[in-house]
Nanobody, 125 residues
């Protein structure tokens, strides 16, 4: 059974950086396109960034691409999200997602079959 586990959330100050990680277990990691989503207070879950199975292609929601970087390490079954210049508007629960057989990247929520439990990111001013 595929399981995703996020780590690295917490509380930071505005302007700080934070790194999130997500590990996939239960299947061959390189079969999965991966993504980060977030759910901010009072808003729907939204895509943050996606990365293809090899790690050679990424896709970002445009407002975030200058501050966030998604990477993956297929030897460690892990993706990471580096977040810089955080603002209180980045506060929310961040979710890791996996899509088996996804040929490229996708920011469409319905593309992903597996989800982590989420990790809280809180940015104070």
């Amino acid at each position: 059974q595929v399981k995703l586990e996020e780590s690295g959330g917490g509380a930071v100050q505005s302007g700080d950086s934070m790194s999130l990680s997500c590990t996939l277990s239960g299947d061959t990691f390189s079969r999965y396109g991966m993504a980060w989503f977030r759910q901010r207070p009072g808003k729907d879950r939204e895509a943050v960034a996606s990365i293809n199975r090899s790690g050679g292609s990424t896709q970002y929601m445009p407002p975030l691409m200058d501050r966030f970087t998604i990477t993956r390490d297929n030897t460690r079954n892990m993706i990471n999200l580096e977040m810089n210049a955080l603002t209180p508007d980045d506060t929310g629960v961040y979710f890791c997602a996996a899509a088996q057989g996804l040929p490229g990247t996708s920011t469409w929520r319905a593309s992903y079959q597996y989800w982590g439990q989420g990790t809280q990111v809180t940015v104070s001013s």
